[in-house]
Nanobody, 115 residues
Framework: QVQLVESGGGLVQAGGSLRLSCVAS????????MRWYRQISGKERELVAS???????GYVDSVKGRFTISRDNAKNTVYLQMNSLKPEDTAVYFC?????????WGQGTQVIVSS
């Protein structure tokens, strides 16, 4: 099992920044890719950013150039730096860890961007 705990969400004005953190514990040696998803109430969860064990990253088009995903393997932590935030970025953000056979989720952290 892998446990994930997110933090760093909050209320910010449009144009502002937040950094989300996700700390992993448990069988972390089984983890390959780490991802951030977001979900707006009533809508499907959307993949926002991903980072492989080798450090390769990917982003949904709507956040390219504004969000940066990174990981600190020594701290078992993955980050999502979010800059130039927009009201449409408002959502619950979830951390996801993927192993060969399982996917794990954190409890989510709320991000609210006011206009």
């Amino acid at each position: 099992q892998v446990q994930l705990v997110e933090s760093g969400g909050g209320l910010v004005q449009a144009g502002g920044s937040l950094r989300l953190s996700c700390v992993a514990s448990g069988r972390i040696f089984t983890i390959d890719a780490m991802r951030w998803y977001r979900q707006i109430s009533g809508k499907e969860r959307e993949l926002v950013a991903s980072i492989s064990s080798g450090g390769s990253t990917g982003y949904v088009d709507s956040v390219k150039g504004r969000f940066t995903i990174s990981r600190d393997n020594a701290k078992n932590t993955v980050y999502l730096q979010m800059n130039s935030l927009k009201p449409e970025d408002t959502a619950v953000y979830f951390c996801n860890a993927q192993s060969v056979s399982n996917g794990y989720w954190g409890q989510g952290t709320q991000v609210i961007v006011s206009s």
